[in-house]
């Protein structure tokens, strides 16, 4: 099938960056679109950025003046670079991709989450 492996997650001070990467490997014809969501605790799971195969983006609101997405697609890989963190941001970021597969359909598929802690 396919997996999705993120990376990038941890603890940084306000103001500070960090950039997310999410790769997809397995059973893959090709990739429509891949981005984040974020949940904190007690909340519900939110998008924050989505990036199309035509490399139109989606970005939240909440975010869009600090955070960028891109993908390589070479490496079937998106990336999160955010910046000018905040203690709100704290939440687990989850990858998601829009995936046709080589043998089967179109299917949807999470990463199984990278912690983002924003704390001094």
């Known amino acids: 099938q396919v997996q999705l492996v993120e990376s990038g997650g941890g603890l940084v001070q306000p103001g500070g960056s960090l950039r997310l990467s999410c790769a997809a490997s397995?059973?893959?014809?090709?990739?429509?679109?891949m981005g984040w969501y974020r949940q904190a605790p007690g909340k519900r799971r939110d998008l924050v950025a989505t990036i199309f195969s035509g490399d139109t983006a989606t970005i939240a609101d909440s975010v869009k003046s600090r955070f960028t997405i891109f993908r390589d697609n070479a490496k079937n890989t998106v990336y999160l670079q955010m910046n000018s963190l905040k203690p709100e941001d704290t939440a687990v970021y989850y990858c998601?991709?829009?995936?046709?597969?080589?043998?089967?359909?179109?299917?949807?598929?999470w990463g199984q989450g990278t912690q983002v802690t924003v704390s001094s």
């Open positions: 998601n991709a829009r995936i046709q597969l080589l043998v089967g359909g179109l299917s949807d598929y």
């Open positions: 397995g059973n893959i014809f090709s990739i429509n679109a």
